[in-house]
């Protein structure tokens, strides 16, 4: 007996006979469960825990919890979080091509950035970044921006001087000095309170993170301008990824295209939900845009494209309005 309980402690003492501990992989993004990213990365932990039991550990850190949006792509880098899902903004530094969705007026509506992503030439954007060490997994969306100020924006006129919270993209800066205005990069969980301040005087969001966020409690007029895209690529540490054993990487790359097509659909389903919410607290006047409004913003920020042609690709960007049709 004693014999018995003395190997049974050195098994336990080497790990042997015991059912080995879960990977952790930590999933970090900034912004609120409620909206379609937040509710993607907890659909991946729930689909990857169920196809991987026992074997993995998803955790999910939302609203900038674990890292800030000025941060994680540090992190991911170093080693210190697994996966992330950045705005599509963040890679320019990264790849040039990925400029493209920050161009303004280039899609004519969500279901055309769709088309886009699911191109030969979209999915080639995925694996743009590996050298660098990152591994994308497949594009999020979130919606078609719409600008806020303190002020109506009917016209690119009205814009002028005002400082708007951007993202850290060179493409958003020469969008809004296109109309006048003074961008200001901001990390996103700073936005309220620069609202709230008066630090900037407005800025651009898709309708779930404006009520998510609570940006209309702090800004006068939201306007249906649907000028750009604010989407996400999902992505990994390349070189994590690639020391995974096989079974991993198939239950996670199975979790993660579900995970991902059930975002879109909740992106898809509730964008206008969302706006309606902000319609009803009535605490920001919600505006549209009549076409002539939207012809003179068009115009007005149109040059912006042929500044970044040459870091994007002519063929990139005739791709993209090829999927308005």
């Known amino acids: 007996m004693k014999l018995k309980l003395v190997a049974a402690g050195v098994l336990l003492a080497f790990g042997l006979?015991?059912?080995?501990?879960?990977?952790?992989?930590?999933?970090?993004?900034?912004v609120a469960d409620v909206t379609p990213k937040g509710q993607a990365a907890l659909?991946?932990?729930?689909?990857?825990?169920?196809?991987?039991?026992?074997?993995?550990?998803?955790?999910?850190?939302?609203?900038?919890?674990?890292?800030?949006?000025?941060?994680e792509m540090e992190a991911l880098l170093l080693g210190d979080v697994?996966?992330?899902?950045?705005?599509?903004?963040?890679?320019?530094?990264?790849?040039?091509?990925?400029?493209?969705f920050d161009l303004p007026f280039l899609f004519n509506d969500i279901q055309a950035v769709d088309r886009f992503q699911g191109s030969k030439e979209g999915l080639g954007l995925l694996n743009s970044m590996e050298s660098k060490g990152i591994k994308g997994f497949g594009f999020l969306h979130n919606g078609m921006k719409q600008l806020s100020a303190?002020?109506?924006?009917?016209?690119?006129?009205?814009?002028?001087?005002?400082?708007?919270?951007?993202?850290?993209?060179?493409?958003?800066?020469a969008q809004f000095k296109a109309v006048g205005g003074n961008p200001q990069k901001l990390a996103f969980a700073e936005?309220?309170?620069?609202?709230?301040?008066?630090v900037v005087d407005g800025t651009e969001n898709p309708w779930s993170n404006i009520y998510s966020k609570k940006f209309h409690e702090v800004?006068?007029?939201i306007?249906?301008?649907?000028?750009?895209?604010?989407?996400?690529?999902?992505?990994?540490?390349?070189?994590?990824?690639?020391?995974?054993p096989p079974d991993i990487q198939k239950g996670l790359s199975e979790a993660m295209t579900e995970s991902i097509k059930f975002g879109n659909k909740v992106a898809f389903d509730e964008d206008m939900?969302?706006?309606?919410?902000?319609?009803?607290e009535n605490k920001a006047k919600v505006l549209p845009m009549s076409k002539e409004h939207l012809t003179a913003w068009r115009t007005a920020m149109k040059p912006v494209w042929s500044k970044f042609e040459g870091d994007i690709g002519k063929d990139l960007i005739d791709s993209a309005l090829k999927a308005n049709k």
């Open 43 to 71: 659909k991946f932990k729930e689909l990857a825990e169920k196809k991987l039991p026992g074997k993995v550990e998803i955790q999910v850190f939302p609203n900038s919890q674990l890292f800030g949006d000025g941060k």
């Open 191 to 198: 936005v309220y309170q620069a609202l709230q301040t008066g």
């Open 82 to 100: 697994q996966i992330l899902a950045p705005s599509l903004a963040k890679f320019g530094k990264y790849t040039k091509q990925i400029q493209i």
């Open 150 to 173: 303190n002020v109506p924006l009917g016209s690119p006129t009205d814009a002028k001087g005002l400082k708007f919270r951007i993202q850290a993209s060179d493409v958003l800066e």
């Open 223 to 244: 306007m249906d301008s649907n000028h750009g895209v604010l989407d996400y690529m999902v992505i990994g540490n390349a070189k994590w990824w690639a020391g995974l």
């Open 219 to 221: 800004q006068k007029y």
């Open 273 to 280: 939900a969302f706006r309606q919410k902000v319609i009803a």
């Open 17 to 30: 006979g015991a059912q080995a501990a879960p990977l952790i992989i930590k999933y970090s993004h900034v």
